[in-house]
Protein backbone atom coordinates (compact mmCIF):
# COMPACT_ATOMS: atom_id res chain seq x y z
CA UNK A 1 0.00 0.00 0.00
CA UNK A 2 1.43 3.41 -1.21
CA UNK A 3 0.02 4.97 1.89
CA UNK A 4 2.10 3.84 4.45
CA UNK A 5 5.37 3.84 2.47
CA UNK A 6 4.26 7.43 1.37
CA UNK A 7 3.84 8.87 4.73
CA UNK A 8 7.55 7.90 5.36
CA UNK A 9 8.30 8.94 2.30
CA UNK A 10 7.62 12.40 2.51
CA UNK A 11 8.73 13.27 5.90
CA UNK A 12 11.68 11.70 5.00
CA UNK A 13 12.01 14.33 2.43
CA UNK A 14 11.51 17.04 4.35
CA UNK A 15 13.62 16.50 6.72
CA UNK A 16 16.38 16.39 3.77
CA UNK A 17 15.01 20.23 3.20
CA UNK A 18 15.59 21.04 6.73
CA UNK A 19 18.88 19.34 7.52
CA UNK A 20 20.41 22.32 4.25
CA UNK A 21 17.87 24.87 6.23
CA UNK A 22 19.90 23.92 9.25
CA UNK A 23 23.30 24.48 7.34
CA UNK A 24 22.25 27.52 5.93
CA UNK A 25 20.44 29.11 8.49
CA UNK A 26 19.66 31.68 9.37
CA UNK A 27 20.23 33.59 6.23
CA UNK A 28 19.38 30.82 4.17
CA UNK A 29 22.14 31.81 1.22
CA UNK A 30 21.74 28.16 -0.25
CA UNK A 31 24.40 27.63 -3.65
CA UNK A 32 23.72 25.85 -6.66
CA UNK A 33 24.04 22.31 -4.84
CA UNK A 34 22.04 23.10 -1.58
CA UNK A 35 18.74 24.24 -4.18
CA UNK A 36 18.89 21.27 -5.85
CA UNK A 37 18.55 19.36 -2.96
CA UNK A 38 15.74 21.24 -1.76
CA UNK A 39 14.11 21.21 -5.00
CA UNK A 40 14.77 17.93 -5.96
CA UNK A 41 13.03 16.64 -2.40
CA UNK A 42 10.56 19.06 -2.94
CA UNK A 43 9.46 17.37 -6.42
CA UNK A 44 9.71 13.78 -4.48
CA UNK A 45 7.55 14.59 -1.82
CA UNK A 46 4.79 16.38 -4.56
CA UNK A 47 4.86 12.90 -6.06
CA UNK A 48 4.80 10.84 -3.44
CA UNK A 49 1.76 12.80 -2.16
CA UNK A 50 -0.17 12.97 -5.60
CA UNK A 51 0.04 8.61 -5.56
CA UNK A 52 -1.23 8.96 -2.00
CA UNK A 53 -4.35 11.28 -2.63
CA UNK A 54 -5.21 8.70 -5.82
CA UNK A 55 -4.67 5.90 -3.73
CA UNK A 56 -7.18 7.50 -1.08
CA UNK A 57 -9.68 8.53 -3.60
CA UNK A 58 -9.78 5.35 -5.80
CA UNK A 59 -10.71 3.33 -2.57
CA UNK B 1 -6.63 11.63 39.97
CA UNK B 2 -7.63 13.71 36.97
CA UNK B 3 -5.72 16.32 35.42
CA UNK B 4 -7.70 19.20 33.89
CA UNK B 5 -7.67 19.50 30.44
CA UNK B 6 -6.72 22.83 30.48
CA UNK B 7 -3.64 22.03 32.22
CA UNK B 8 -3.03 19.31 29.56
CA UNK B 9 -3.26 21.45 26.98
CA UNK B 10 0.40 22.77 27.47
CA UNK B 11 1.74 19.17 26.02
CA UNK B 12 0.10 19.49 23.04
CA UNK B 13 1.78 20.99 20.44
CA UNK B 14 4.84 21.85 21.91
CA UNK B 15 7.73 23.70 19.83
CA UNK B 16 11.25 24.59 20.70
CA UNK B 17 11.92 28.21 20.98
CA UNK B 18 15.00 27.66 19.15
CA UNK B 19 14.71 26.05 16.05
CA UNK B 20 18.09 25.10 14.25
CA UNK B 21 16.70 25.45 10.92
CA UNK B 22 15.88 29.35 12.34
CA UNK B 23 19.08 30.37 14.58
CA UNK B 24 22.45 29.84 14.99
CA UNK B 25 22.58 27.67 18.71
CA UNK B 26 25.94 27.93 20.24
CA UNK B 27 25.39 26.13 23.32
CA UNK B 28 28.28 25.06 24.34
CA UNK B 29 26.94 21.77 25.32
CA UNK B 30 24.63 21.45 22.46
CA UNK B 31 26.64 21.65 19.08
CA UNK B 32 28.30 17.89 19.20
CA UNK B 33 24.59 16.52 19.70
CA UNK B 34 22.74 17.62 16.63
CA UNK B 35 20.82 14.69 14.96
CA UNK B 36 22.18 13.57 11.66
CA UNK B 37 19.56 13.31 8.80
CA UNK B 38 19.85 9.43 9.11
CA UNK B 39 18.95 9.80 13.25
CA UNK B 40 15.94 12.28 12.48
CA UNK B 41 14.54 8.84 9.79
CA UNK B 42 15.83 6.39 12.60
CA UNK B 43 13.37 8.55 14.91
CA UNK B 44 10.49 7.94 12.57
CA UNK B 45 11.52 3.78 12.74
CA UNK B 46 11.99 3.46 16.03
CA UNK B 47 10.44 6.22 18.21
CA UNK B 48 8.07 4.20 19.98
CA UNK B 49 8.98 2.56 23.26
CA UNK B 50 10.61 -0.42 22.82
CA UNK B 51 10.48 -0.83 19.03
CA UNK B 52 14.63 -1.57 19.51
CA UNK B 53 13.68 -4.84 21.17
CA UNK B 54 11.06 -6.67 18.29
CA UNK B 55 13.42 -9.22 18.10
CA UNK B 56 15.06 -9.96 21.61
CA UNK B 57 16.48 -13.41 21.52
CA UNK B 58 14.20 -14.96 24.73
CA UNK B 59 16.67 -17.33 25.15
CA UNK B 60 19.65 -14.75 26.00
CA UNK B 61 17.18 -11.05 26.53
CA UNK B 62 19.70 -8.79 26.56
CA UNK B 63 19.80 -5.37 24.56
CA UNK B 64 23.19 -6.14 23.48
CA UNK B 65 22.46 -9.68 22.13
CA UNK B 66 19.92 -7.76 19.61
CA UNK B 67 20.88 -8.29 16.18
CA UNK B 68 18.07 -6.67 14.65
CA UNK B 69 18.26 -3.83 14.20
CA UNK B 70 21.99 -4.51 14.51
CA UNK B 71 22.63 -3.47 17.92
CA UNK B 72 25.25 -5.87 19.14
CA UNK B 73 27.07 -5.56 15.85
CA UNK B 74 26.66 -1.54 16.96
CA UNK B 75 28.48 -2.69 20.11
CA UNK B 76 31.79 -3.99 18.70
CA UNK B 77 32.07 -1.67 16.00
CA UNK B 78 31.54 1.23 18.30
CA UNK B 79 34.71 -0.53 21.12
CA UNK B 80 37.06 -0.56 17.86
CA UNK B 81 36.20 3.00 16.36
CA UNK B 82 37.36 3.91 20.32
CA UNK B 83 40.19 1.77 20.27
CA UNK B 84 38.83 -0.51 22.86
CA UNK B 85 37.78 -3.74 24.00
CA UNK B 86 34.03 -3.94 25.20
CA UNK B 87 31.41 -0.86 24.97
CA UNK B 88 28.26 -0.59 26.41
CA UNK B 89 25.53 2.49 25.76
CA UNK B 90 24.44 3.70 28.84
CA UNK B 91 22.14 6.52 30.42
CA UNK B 92 24.34 8.97 30.28
CA UNK B 93 28.27 9.78 30.60
CA UNK B 94 27.70 10.24 34.44
CA UNK B 95 26.16 6.67 34.71
CA UNK B 96 29.32 5.34 32.83
CA UNK B 97 31.63 7.29 35.53
CA UNK B 98 29.33 5.51 38.33
CA UNK B 99 29.70 2.02 37.25
CA UNK B 100 33.45 2.26 36.61
CA UNK B 101 33.69 3.84 39.91
CA UNK B 102 31.47 1.68 41.99
CA UNK B 103 33.36 -1.83 40.00
CA UNK B 104 36.75 -0.66 40.58
CA UNK B 105 36.24 0.81 44.42
CA UNK B 106 35.10 0.25 48.19
CA UNK B 107 33.29 2.83 50.25
CA UNK B 108 36.15 4.90 51.45
CA UNK B 109 38.55 4.58 48.58
CA UNK B 110 39.67 7.20 46.67
CA UNK B 111 39.99 8.65 42.99
CA UNK B 112 41.89 10.94 41.81
CA UNK B 113 40.62 13.40 39.36
CA UNK B 114 41.46 16.81 37.58
CA UNK B 115 40.59 20.14 39.29
CA UNK B 116 38.31 21.30 36.37
CA UNK B 117 35.99 18.13 36.11
CA UNK B 118 32.52 18.45 35.50
CA UNK B 119 30.36 18.10 38.54
CA UNK B 120 28.89 14.92 37.88
CA UNK B 121 32.49 13.44 38.28
CA UNK B 122 32.62 14.35 41.59
CA UNK B 123 28.81 13.17 42.23
CA UNK B 124 29.52 9.66 40.39
CA UNK B 125 32.44 9.14 43.01
CA UNK B 126 30.04 10.48 45.83
CA UNK B 127 27.33 7.72 44.91
CA UNK B 128 29.62 4.96 44.95
CA UNK B 129 30.90 6.06 48.15
CA UNK B 130 34.27 7.30 47.11
CA UNK B 131 36.47 9.95 48.04
CA UNK B 132 37.86 12.13 46.26
CA UNK B 133 41.69 13.97 45.62
CA UNK B 134 41.93 16.60 42.91
CA UNK B 135 44.54 17.84 40.79
CA UNK B 136 45.03 21.24 40.65
CA UNK B 137 45.42 23.62 37.92
CA UNK B 138 47.12 26.65 37.30
CA UNK B 139 44.52 29.08 37.61
CA UNK B 140 43.58 32.51 35.18
CA UNK B 141 44.20 32.82 32.78
CA UNK B 142 44.97 29.01 31.36
CA UNK B 143 43.41 26.77 33.95
CA UNK B 144 45.95 24.22 32.73
CA UNK B 145 45.84 21.00 34.84
CA UNK B 146 49.06 20.06 36.10
CA UNK B 147 49.25 16.53 34.92
CA UNK B 148 52.33 15.45 36.48
CA UNK B 149 50.68 16.56 39.79
CA UNK B 150 48.95 13.06 39.47
CA UNK B 151 51.31 11.38 40.98
CA UNK B 152 51.93 13.18 43.98
CA UNK B 153 48.17 12.88 44.07
CA UNK B 154 48.30 9.03 44.18
CA UNK B 155 51.26 9.31 46.86
CA UNK B 156 49.35 11.52 48.98
CA UNK B 157 46.17 9.25 48.82
CA UNK B 158 48.65 6.07 49.85
CA UNK B 159 50.48 7.97 52.39
CA UNK B 160 46.89 8.93 54.10
CA UNK B 161 45.49 5.16 53.42
CA UNK B 162 47.83 3.26 53.45
CA UNK B 163 46.22 1.99 50.28
CA UNK B 164 46.45 3.44 45.95
CA UNK B 165 43.74 4.94 45.06
CA UNK B 166 40.63 2.91 43.43
CA UNK B 167 41.05 4.63 40.01
CA UNK B 168 42.65 8.08 38.42
CA UNK B 169 40.02 10.35 36.30
CA UNK B 170 40.94 12.49 33.85
CA UNK B 171 38.76 14.80 32.06
CA UNK B 172 39.94 14.77 28.48
CA UNK B 173 38.29 18.36 27.51
CA UNK B 174 37.23 20.35 29.92
CA UNK B 175 33.57 21.50 29.87
CA UNK B 176 34.63 25.45 31.28
CA UNK B 177 37.63 26.04 28.81
CA UNK B 178 37.47 23.47 26.33
CA UNK B 179 41.10 22.53 27.36
CA UNK B 180 42.47 19.70 25.70
CA UNK B 181 44.42 17.48 28.22
CA UNK B 182 47.57 15.19 27.06
CA UNK B 183 45.86 12.02 27.83
CA UNK B 184 49.62 9.97 27.74
CA UNK B 185 50.62 11.84 30.40
CA UNK B 186 48.06 11.05 32.66
CA UNK B 187 48.48 7.32 31.63
CA UNK B 188 52.19 6.87 31.76
CA UNK B 189 51.64 7.28 35.70
CA UNK B 190 48.34 5.65 35.76
CA UNK B 191 50.50 2.27 34.48
CA UNK B 192 53.10 2.83 36.93
CA UNK B 193 51.21 2.40 40.28
CA UNK B 194 48.99 0.01 38.30
CA UNK B 195 45.77 1.87 38.87
CA UNK B 196 42.60 2.23 36.13
CA UNK B 197 43.05 4.68 34.16
CA UNK B 198 39.29 6.44 33.25
CA UNK B 199 39.57 9.06 30.44
CA UNK B 200 36.01 11.00 30.54
CA UNK B 201 35.80 11.97 26.81
CA UNK B 202 32.38 13.67 27.43
CA UNK B 203 33.58 16.48 24.91
CA UNK B 204 35.77 14.48 22.78
CA UNK B 205 34.68 11.06 21.65
CA UNK B 206 32.64 11.57 18.81
CA UNK B 207 33.50 14.96 17.59
CA UNK B 208 37.52 14.19 17.50
CA UNK B 209 39.48 11.32 16.75
CA UNK B 210 40.18 9.43 20.07
CA UNK B 211 42.03 5.66 20.66
CA UNK B 212 41.99 4.31 24.16
CA UNK B 213 44.84 2.48 22.78
CA UNK B 214 46.95 4.98 21.52
CA UNK B 215 46.09 7.35 24.57
CA UNK B 216 46.70 4.30 27.29
CA UNK B 217 43.17 4.55 29.16
CA UNK B 218 41.64 1.51 30.64
CA UNK B 219 38.30 2.81 30.28
CA UNK B 220 36.48 5.64 28.25
CA UNK B 221 33.43 7.15 28.89
CA UNK B 222 31.22 9.60 26.61
CA UNK B 223 28.17 11.63 26.47
CA UNK B 224 26.31 10.54 22.93
CA UNK B 225 23.88 13.65 23.56
CA UNK B 226 26.93 15.84 23.92
CA UNK B 227 29.12 14.62 21.37
CA UNK B 228 27.73 11.38 19.03
CA UNK B 229 24.80 13.10 17.35
CA UNK B 230 22.47 11.57 19.30
CA UNK B 231 19.04 12.07 21.20
CA UNK B 232 19.16 12.72 24.80
CA UNK B 233 20.26 10.36 26.90
CA UNK B 234 22.95 8.50 26.06
CA UNK B 235 26.12 7.48 27.25
CA UNK B 236 29.49 5.07 26.72
CA UNK B 237 31.49 2.98 28.77
CA UNK B 238 34.01 1.14 26.98
CA UNK B 239 36.65 -0.32 28.44
CA UNK B 240 39.16 -3.46 28.15
CA UNK B 241 39.12 -6.70 28.39
CA UNK B 242 41.06 -6.94 31.61
CA UNK B 243 38.67 -5.38 33.30
CA UNK B 244 35.57 -6.92 30.88
CA UNK B 245 35.04 -9.47 33.65
CA UNK B 246 34.86 -7.26 36.35
CA UNK B 247 32.50 -5.03 34.47
CA UNK B 248 30.15 -7.78 32.77
CA UNK B 249 29.53 -9.47 35.49
CA UNK B 250 26.16 -11.41 35.89
CA UNK B 251 23.65 -11.10 38.35
CA UNK B 252 23.46 -14.15 40.80
CA UNK B 253 20.12 -12.91 43.23
CA UNK B 254 18.28 -15.36 43.73
CA UNK B 255 14.33 -15.03 44.98
CA UNK B 256 14.08 -16.35 48.64
CA UNK B 257 10.83 -17.76 47.35
CA UNK B 258 10.50 -18.35 44.01
CA UNK B 259 13.95 -19.25 43.04
CA UNK B 260 14.14 -16.93 40.30
CA UNK B 261 17.32 -16.01 38.78
CA UNK B 262 18.74 -13.46 36.07
CA UNK B 263 21.59 -14.84 35.26
CA UNK B 264 21.92 -13.50 31.85
CA UNK B 265 21.71 -9.77 32.83
CA UNK B 266 24.94 -8.17 34.06
CA UNK B 267 24.74 -6.76 37.05
CA UNK B 268 26.50 -3.37 36.78
CA UNK B 269 24.32 -2.61 33.91
CA UNK B 270 21.33 -3.16 36.18
CA UNK B 271 19.98 -5.32 33.07
CA UNK B 272 19.52 -3.77 29.78
CA UNK B 273 20.33 -0.04 29.19
CA UNK B 274 19.44 2.26 26.87
CA UNK B 275 16.73 1.58 24.16
CA UNK B 276 14.75 3.02 21.47
CA UNK B 277 15.27 6.65 20.37
CA UNK B 278 18.50 7.49 22.24
CA UNK B 279 19.92 4.24 21.48
CA UNK B 280 18.48 4.60 17.65
CA UNK B 281 19.78 7.66 17.02
CA UNK B 282 23.09 6.91 18.40
CA UNK B 283 23.55 3.81 16.29
CA UNK B 284 21.77 6.01 13.01
CA UNK B 285 24.25 9.14 13.09
CA UNK B 286 27.41 6.52 13.75
CA UNK B 287 28.92 6.09 10.18
CA UNK B 288 28.54 9.95 10.07
CA UNK B 289 30.31 10.29 13.17
CA UNK B 290 32.86 7.96 12.00
CA UNK B 291 33.79 10.39 9.15
CA UNK B 292 33.23 13.44 11.06
CA UNK B 293 36.15 13.27 13.53
CA UNK B 294 38.27 12.92 10.39
CA UNK B 295 36.75 16.56 9.82
CA UNK B 296 38.84 17.49 13.51
CA UNK B 297 41.26 19.75 12.02
CA UNK B 298 38.44 22.01 10.00
CA UNK B 299 36.73 22.65 13.25
CA UNK B 300 39.60 23.64 15.46
CA UNK B 301 41.09 26.08 12.09
CA UNK B 302 37.41 27.78 12.42
CA UNK B 303 36.93 28.46 15.86
CA UNK B 304 40.72 30.06 16.18
CA UNK B 305 39.86 31.87 13.57
CA UNK B 306 36.59 33.45 15.29
CA UNK B 307 38.25 33.61 18.53
CA UNK B 308 40.99 35.55 17.31
CA UNK B 309 38.44 37.97 15.72
CA UNK B 310 36.60 38.42 18.92
CA UNK B 311 39.44 39.36 20.19
CA UNK B 312 39.78 42.33 17.76
CA UNK B 313 36.78 43.69 20.16
CA UNK B 314 38.53 46.01 22.46
CA UNK B 315 37.99 44.30 26.15
CA UNK B 316 37.45 40.60 24.91
CA UNK B 317 39.98 37.80 25.51
CA UNK B 318 39.97 34.31 25.66
CA UNK B 319 40.17 32.52 28.58
CA UNK B 320 42.13 28.92 28.64
CA UNK B 321 45.04 27.48 26.97
CA UNK B 322 46.34 28.72 23.39
CA UNK B 323 46.25 27.72 20.69
CA UNK B 324 42.76 26.57 20.91
CA UNK B 325 42.92 22.52 20.34
CA UNK B 326 38.77 22.48 20.77
CA UNK B 327 35.76 24.45 19.56
CA UNK B 328 34.28 24.79 23.02
CA UNK B 329 35.40 28.19 24.37
CA UNK B 330 35.57 30.79 27.13
CA UNK B 331 35.95 34.30 26.59
CA UNK B 332 36.19 36.88 29.06
CA UNK B 333 34.21 39.91 27.92
CA UNK B 334 35.07 42.79 30.30
CA UNK B 335 33.69 45.82 27.53
CA UNK B 336 30.35 43.74 27.63
CA UNK B 337 30.26 43.93 30.76
CA UNK B 338 30.95 47.95 31.03
CA UNK B 339 27.72 48.43 28.37
CA UNK B 340 25.55 46.21 30.79
CA UNK B 341 26.10 48.82 33.47
CA UNK B 342 24.12 51.74 31.77
CA UNK B 343 21.91 49.39 29.69
CA UNK B 344 17.94 49.04 30.88
CA UNK B 345 18.33 45.38 30.11
CA UNK B 346 21.34 45.35 32.02
CA UNK B 347 23.43 41.83 31.82
CA UNK B 348 20.48 40.72 29.49
CA UNK B 349 21.22 43.25 26.41
CA UNK B 350 23.86 40.85 24.83
CA UNK B 351 21.64 37.78 24.76
CA UNK B 352 19.04 40.84 23.29
CA UNK B 353 21.44 41.43 20.84
CA UNK B 354 22.47 37.73 19.41
CA UNK B 355 19.00 36.60 19.65
CA UNK B 356 17.86 40.07 17.26
CA UNK B 357 20.77 38.52 14.79
CA UNK B 358 19.39 34.88 14.96
CA UNK B 359 22.34 33.76 17.39
CA UNK B 360 21.45 31.42 20.54
CA UNK B 361 23.37 29.67 22.96
CA UNK B 362 25.01 32.58 25.14
CA UNK B 363 23.19 32.03 28.62
CA UNK B 364 20.87 35.04 29.20
CA UNK B 365 22.16 37.83 31.92
CA UNK B 366 25.92 36.88 31.12
CA UNK B 367 27.91 40.01 30.10
CA UNK B 368 31.53 39.33 32.01
CA UNK B 369 32.30 35.99 30.50
CA UNK B 370 30.42 33.47 28.24
CA UNK B 371 31.09 30.29 26.85
CA UNK B 372 30.31 29.36 23.22
CA UNK B 373 30.77 26.04 20.61
CA UNK B 374 31.02 26.25 17.34
CA UNK B 375 31.27 22.36 16.37
CA UNK B 376 29.63 21.99 13.22
CA UNK B 377 29.28 25.23 11.74
CA UNK B 378 29.53 25.91 8.17
CA UNK B 379 32.48 28.84 7.27
CA UNK B 380 29.37 30.83 6.40
CA UNK B 381 27.76 30.71 10.01
CA UNK B 382 31.39 31.42 11.37
CA UNK B 383 31.58 34.78 9.56
CA UNK B 384 28.34 35.37 10.34
CA UNK B 385 28.84 35.57 14.31
CA UNK B 386 31.75 37.76 13.65
CA UNK B 387 29.56 40.18 12.03
CA UNK B 388 26.90 40.02 14.67
CA UNK B 389 30.04 41.05 17.25
CA UNK B 390 31.41 43.74 15.11
CA UNK B 391 28.06 45.02 14.79
CA UNK B 392 27.13 45.04 18.44
CA UNK B 393 30.33 46.44 18.81
CA UNK B 394 30.08 49.11 16.81
CA UNK B 395 26.64 49.95 18.23
CA UNK B 396 28.20 50.44 21.52
CA UNK B 397 31.47 52.28 20.36
CA UNK B 398 33.66 49.43 21.50
CA UNK B 399 36.84 49.49 19.23
CA UNK B 400 37.69 47.09 16.92
CA UNK B 401 41.03 46.87 15.91
Same mark, same amino acid.
Given at each position: ??????????????? #????? &???????? $????DEKRQ?????? #????? &?KKMRG?? $??? | ?????????????????????????????????????????????????????????????????????????????????????????????????????????????????????????????????????????????????????????????????????????????????????????????????????????????????????????????????????????????????????????????????????????????????????????????????????????????????????????????????????????????????????????????????????????????????????????????????????????????????
Amino acid at each position: MALTTGVKETINEMI #KVQQV &LRKTSPLH $KMNADEKRQVLAAID #KAEET &LKKMRGEV $KGT | MKIPQDRLNRYVGMKRDFAEEEYINLQPIQRGGILTEEARRAILEFGDGYSTCDWCPPKAARLDMITEPPIQSFYQDLAEFLGMDVARVVTRCREAKFIAFRMLGRPGDYVVLDSTAHYSSYIAAELAELKVKEVPNSGPPEYRVDLEAYAGKIEEVKKETGKLPAAVLLTHVDYLYGNLNDAKVVSKIAKEYSIPYILNCAYSAGIMPVSGKELGADIITSSGHKSWAASAPTGILAFNKSLEEKFTARSKIEGDLTKRKFGTKELAMLGCTVMGAPLITLMASFPEVVKRVERWGEEVEKVRYLVAELEKIEGITMRGMKPKMHTLTHMETESLYKVSETHKRKGYFLYDELRSRKIVGIQPGLTKHFKFNTYGLTWDQIRYVRDAFFDMAKKYGLKVS
